[in-house]
């Protein structure tokens, strides 16, 4: 099987240990280079590195996106390459000329310790979720690549970036990334074409994409007219706004922006630049990203095109073609809900006695939310259908794909689609989900490319999850160690004191945060949402006032800071959690017609009349009215404004009430700004 595969591990190790050694090259024992990157990169060079640290996202995160939403998924696109701009034009360029390392030091030297306190702390929130966020999402790749469990591909990620950061720490880092993008760039890309080249017969990535787009359309109608398609599920990958209408595209896409310039590993990064190679180095970054960027579309629609050629042209699941067995043997692929991973995994479960639905319930709970997500989502029937075979696949063990790809379609299947309402036994569109984050490594197998091309494509998308980590990490230990203390004590410590205090803070961060990301169930999706809002709604209205405003005062500082974390906090809750409840104090602010607002009261007459059980049904009803999703708002919102757009709302009336409380606070001779301070800081800001 290949998560077993030896070769596997060797590309992996080989990969991995490159990286590793650059960032011993890289070594270092100042704890300012530590905390900012050297100054010392070429514009070329430190915007490569810069550039590295997206690698995950352009191979994993996106193109799933994209592949699901299709057009509306470009907010992530634009999102992240307007969001580059922003830090290349007003945050960087400020740093480099403040000397300052990161955005709580400069709002330290703009607004004194408080305001510094204040804005570590939520850039300490924002990166730890991400953290987070990316460790739960890469050790669920990681433990069906490799066939280890969640908790040990968690702690082998986080361990491996640990090891990027003791050397040197952002230096390090930002060294092992430049490599890492080289690597992806070259690999990644260059497998992409070679997709292209099989696929579609023409190597040049753009064209090939413009093929695959003309294909699509015409697959689409295809499928709807054979009756391939469930309506309550599709998504055409050309029609726009169907998972976020027309105004809060725009709307997400700025918030993104926002929370993209302000993100404390991106801030950090830029005093990888030597003295006066910033502004050119951001730029690069962004050309950078913007090259890869443009690839993420082909991995999507490649994907979507080879899904309707399988499904269209079969008659029944056992000739479901090689790329959908292999995937599916890892996980990547799920039939109507099932995979042949999962019943491996339930082979190995027997193994350790578990000989009962209850037992593999228990121990596909200690595996992970997700694989117990999974597991839970299967009706009874195919659960009993699964440990059967389970059984099966135990009493023989070593069976190649082939022979294990029968019976597992014969029994599993079945009773899934049957299960499912499929009862034509054919594969449809709806029967077949390719996990969002296996979507790029499905297309070696797809274009029929050798085994090493899928190693290899693995190992590099490893690599770029540990040098994404490695930065959260460094970028989290710096902060607490070098803004804290000088927060707290009004000084950093002593140069080898500080070092070995952030070289310890880094291994607690990296096992802490392990033990969480394989403990702790949470959707990967969700908490870098939430990640990425906090930063907007927190970090940048201060950033934008210390800028902008040469008059604020760090009362006004501190205000802008509460004010949109109160109101960003206030209304992503409210819509998403407490919606009900968010509703009946605001409907006057919905944008939702009379017809659901008389839906609405109707169900709402209902749920006052019922009692018991009703009570609570009646209750969900109202619930399932009034909330959404993330991207598209249900009763409960403001002028039709999604719960992930807060930050829209959230960021001006921020800076209004900042600049409202520096008015009041100079007013009455508070501002604690010196005036050498003012006459540096709009200095830099020119």
């Known amino acids: 099987m290949l998560i077993i595969d030896p070769m596997m591990w060797l590309v992996a190790g080989v990969v991995l240990l490159v990286p590793a050694a650059v960032a011993i090259l890289a070594r270092s024992g100042d704890p300012k280079i530590h905390a900012a990157g050297g100054a010392d990169m070429g514009a070329v060079s430190g915007g490569l590195a810069i550039a590295g640290l997206f690698a995950l996202a352009v191979a994993v995160l996106l193109p799933g996106l994209v592949h699901q939403h299709g057009f509306d998924a470009l907010i992530a696109l634009v999102g992240v390459a307007g969001g580059l701009l922003l830090l290349a034009v007003v945050i960087g360029p400020v740093l480099a000329q403040t000397g300052t390392a990161s955005v709580p030091d400069l709002i330290g030297f703009r607004f004194g310790r408080l305001a510094r306190v204040l804005v570590l702390i939520v850039s300490i929130v924002a990166t730890a979720g991400l953290l987070f966020g990316v460790l739960v999402a890469v050790s669920g790749l990681a433990s069906r690549l490799y066939g280890v469990t969640v908790g040990t591909a968690a702690l082998g990620v986080a361990g491996a970036s640990v090891l990027l950061v003791l050397p040197g720490g952002f230096k390090s880092v930002l060294a092992s990334s430049r490599l890492v993008a080289l690597l992806a760039g070259v690999v990644l890309l260059g497998v992409l074409a070679l997709v292209c080249w099989v696929l579609l017969g023409n190597p040049l990535v753009p064209i090939a994409y413009g093929q695959a787009v003309a294909a699509i359309g015409p697959a689409e109608v295809a499928l709807i007219e054979s009756g391939a398609v469930d309506f309550g599920l599709f998504k055409p990958f050309l029609r726009e706004f169907l998972t976020v209408d027309r105004l809060n595209w725009g709307l997400l896409t700025v918030c993104l922006m926002g929370a993209v310039a302000v993100l404390p590993p991106l801030v950090q990064a830029t005093g990888t630049f030597a003295a006066g190679q910033t502004r050119r180095g951001l730029a690069w970054a962004v050309t950078f990203v913007v090259i890869a960027l443009t690839a993420v579309p082909a991995v999507a629609a490649l994907a979507r095109l080879e899904t309707y050629r399988a499904v269209s042209a079969l008659e029944s699941f056992a000739g479901l073609p090689e790329w959908v067995r292999r995937a599916s043997d890892v996980g990547g692929v799920h039939l109507h809900g099932t995979s042949l991973h999962l019943v491996d995994a339930v082979a190995r479960d027997v193994g350790r006695g578990a000989t009962s639905i209850e037992a ?41 794909l082939d022979a294990r790809w029968t019976p597992y379609v014969d029994t599993v299947v079945t009773a899934a689609a049957a299960a499912g309402g499929n009862t034509t036994g054919r594969p449809d569109l709806a029967s077949l989900d390719i996990d969002p984050q296996f979507l790029f490594l499905a297309l070696p197998r797809a274009a029929g490319l050798p085994d090493f091309v899928f190693a290899l494509t693995a190992a590099v998308v490893m690599g770029a999850a540990v040098v994404l980590a490695a930065a959260l990490v460094s970028a989290l230990s710096s902060m607490l160690v070098r803004d804290g203390t000088g927060a707290i004590f009004g000084r950093e410590p002593r140069n080898g004191a500080e070092v070995a205090l952030i070289r310890g803070v880094s291994v607690a961060i990296g096992v802490g945060f392990a033990l969480a990301a394989a403990l702790l169930p949470a959707s990967a999706d969700v908490v870098l949402v939430v990640s990425l809002s906090i930063a907007a709604v927190g970090v940048l209205p201060a950033v934008l006032l210390a800028v902008w405003v040469p008059r604020a005062t760090a009362f006004g500082l501190v205000a802008t800071v509460i004010g949109g974390l109160a109101l960003g906090t206030y209304y992503l809750a409210g819509t998403a959690i407490y919606s009900v409840s968010f509703y009946e104090a605001w409907a006057g602010f919905s944008s939702a017609g009379p017809d659901a607002f008389a839906e609405y009261e109707e169900a709402r007459a209902l749920w006052v009349a019922a009692e018991g059980d009703d009570r609570a049904a009646a209750y969900a009803d109202l619930a399932a009215r009034t909330t959404g999703s993330l991207w598209s708002p249900g009763l409960a919102n403001w002028f039709g404004i999604a719960p992930a757009a807060a930050p829209v709302l959230a960021v001006p009336f921020a800076l209004l009430t900042g600049l409202l409380a520096s008015v009041v606070s100079s007013a009455r001779g508070r501002s604690i700004q010196s005036s050498a301070e003012r006459a540096t800081f709009d200095a830099a800001g020119s």
């Open 360 to 400: 593999i319930s228990a121990t596909m709970a200690d595996r992970g939310a997700r694989a117990e997500a999974i597991w839970q989502r299967l009706d009874p029937a195919v659960q009993a259908a699964v440990l059967d075979l389970g059984q099966r696949f135990h009493a023989a063990p070593g069976q190649s």
